[in-house]
C-alpha cells in the first residue's frame, strides 16, 4: 500500500503540529515529539514540500523511524529558507529554489550513491551484454565468472551486480537495482573471474555486471533548452534514497542527465507559472536512447503511470 512507505509517510505528513520551535543553534534545529521532515519544514522553510532539503542537509536521517525527539537538524542557510519555488529561472544563471536543491542533494553524496545503485540499462549495446555463467566459493574467497567483456581491464576494476526488475517497463531498456560489488581478479579475452567484495542480498540471482564508474559521473542540474513531452512510465516507491520515477523519453529526444523536469495530473493544462502548485519536480539521473530514469525532488501530488511530465 502507498502510504505504507516510509517516504509516502514523509511526503504526506503535512500537518502542522503545535509544538514550539526549538533552535539549539543558529542554522540548526532540535527535533521535538511528533515531527517530520515535512512539518519541520513547513514551520522553518514556509512550505512543507522543502522536507527534501533538510533531508539532503541530514545524511544521518534515512528513515521516519531515525528522526527521534532532540535529534539535532542541520538548516538551509537563513537566506534561502523562505525562497519561493518557480519556474522563472529557465535560461538564468541565477540558481532558483528547484536548482539549489538539486545542487544540496549533489553535494551531500546522495544522488551519486543512487546512481551507484540504479541504472537504466539500454540492452542493445553491446558493451552492456556482460552475462554471468557460473559462481563459487575458493579458498580466498567468493568469485563470479562473466564473458562478454571487451577490451582490457586493469585488474581491480570494480564492477556493480545488478538484478533486473521483474516488472518489464519497455522491450529496448530496464531498469537495475544494484545487489552487490565485485573486483576484476583475472581476465582472459572475453572472459573474466571476478572476486565477491559486497552481497545485498543472501542468493544472487541472475544479474547483469556493469562497472561501477566510480568516482559518479557528476551531473549538472539544469533546465533542458527545449520542451519535453515524456510521460511517466513507471513509480518505484519503496526505493530507499526516495520515489524513482521512469520517463518514456531518452537521449533521442533531447533528456539527458541533470536536467529538472516538471509533472503533472493527465487532465492538467500546458505547463505554465501556476501549475507548479500542482505536481512536482524530479531530477533526471540516467538516460537511455528511449528512456530516463529521475528522482522526485518536490512533490505536491504523488506521481503515478500517466503523468505528464514537461
Known amino acids: 500500500m502507498l502510504t505504507s512507505s516510509p517516504w509516502a509517510t514523509l511526503l504526506l505528513a503535512l500537518t502542522l503540529t503545535a509544538a514550539p520551535l526549538t533552535a539549539a543553534a543558529a542554522g540548526t534545529y532540535t527535533v521535538q515529539k511528533g515531527d517530520s521532515l515535512s512539518t519541520i519544514a513547513a514551520r522553518l522553510l514556509g512550505s512543507a514540500d522543502r522536507w527534501r532539503e533538510l533531508w539532503a ?86 568469485f563470479l565468472h562473466i564473458r562478454g567483456l571487451t577490451g582490457t581491464a586493469p585488474e581491480g576494476t570494480v564492477y556493480g551486480l545488478f538484478k533486473p526488475s521483474p516488472e518489464a517497463a519497455g522491450d529496448n531498456f530496464v531498469v537495475l537495482t544494484r545487489v552487490g560489488k565485485a573486483r576484476l581478479a583475472l581476465q582472459q579475452g572475453d572472459k573474466a573471474r571476478l572476486r565477491i567484495t559486497e552481497r545485498r542480498q543472501q542468493a544472487l540471482p541472475q544479474m547483469q555486471v556493469l562497472p561501477m564508474r566510480l568516482p ?95
Not at 551531500?108 to 559462481?135: K, Q, V
Not at 557528476?218 to 520515477?245: D, H, M, S, V, W
Not at 516538471?262 to 528511449?290: C, E, R
Open 57 to 142: 542537509l541530514n545524511p544521518q536521517i534515512r528513515t521516519p523511524k531515525q528522526l527521534q525527539p532532540g535529534t539535532q537538524l542541520r538548516l538551509p542557510d537563513t537566506d534561502s529558507r523562505h525562497q519561493p519555488i518557480t519556474a522563472e529561472a529557465h535560461g538564468s544563471e541565477v540558481p532558483d529554489a528547484v536548482q539549489v536543491l538539486a545542487q544540496e542533494l549533489m553535494r551531500s553524496g546522495h544522488i551519486d550513491r543512487i546512481r551507484a545503485d540504479y541504472r537504466l540499462l539500454d540492452i542493445r549495446a553491446p558493451e552492456n551484454r556482460l552475462r554471468t555463467y557460473s559462481n563459487g566459493h575458493k579458498d580466498d574467497g567468493e
Open 216 to 310: 559518479p559521473h557528476k551531473i549538472r542540474p539544469r533546465y533542458p533548452a527545449t520542451t519535453i513531452n515524456a510521460r511517466i512510465l513507471k513509480a518505484l516507491y519503496e526505493q530507499p534514497g526516495g520515489y524513482l520515477l521512469l520517463l518514456d523519453r531518452g537521449n533521442r529526444s533531447g533528456v539527458e542527465p541533470g536536467h529538472l523536469l516538471h509533472y503533472s495530473k493527465p487532465d492538467a493544462p500546458a505547463f505554465n507559472a501556476s501549475q507548479q502548485q500542482s505536481g512536482g519536480w524530479m531530477l533526471v539521473i540516467d538516460t537511455s536512447d528511449d528512456a530516463s530514469l529521475a528522482l522526485v525532488l518536490q512533490a505536491r501530488q504523488i506521481p503515478a503511470v500517466g503523468d505528464s511530465v514537461h
